[in-house]
């Protein structure tokens, strides 16, 4: 290669302009932004998309969002984003902050304390907005 230029930030500029020319308002687009444009489903329809509606024996809607945000604890810190989706969604389908943080804090031994440490960092987000919302309503 004789681009002295990072052939990744160049694939992300040469993407940002395409976004630009489909729809304008991409070009201040950031992953937190995308994520207000999925707001969190309500608990009974997780529990007929995702929980019993699956396997009416099977694990409910929470449980199965723990399950979903370990492994993407175990992913590391490309999941931002749908770890804090994640926590809202558990939030929503009863999940408590305890059992948020022992699902994550569980992942240390597999994913690594740094991996669990972004995770939580991620999750806290989620919380603290969540307590902020509750305390303005």
Known sequence: MTDPKNPFEMMMAQ??????AMNPALESFSPKG???LWPTMPKDIMEMTFGKGMSKDGLDAKTRLLLTLAG???LGAQSDTQIRM???HALEAGATKDEI???IAQM???AGV?????AMEFAQEVLDETE???KDT
């Open 101 to 103: 943080a022992e699902t």
């Open 72 to 74: 993407l604890t175990m």
């Open 108 to 110: 240390a031994m597999f």
């Open 34 to 36: 995308f994520e207000s």
């Open 15 to 20: 993407a940002q302009e395409m976004a630009k």
């Open 114 to 118: 740094p991996s669990m440490t972004r």
């Open 86 to 88: 994640t926590v809202r």
């Open 132 to 134: 902020k919302k509750d």
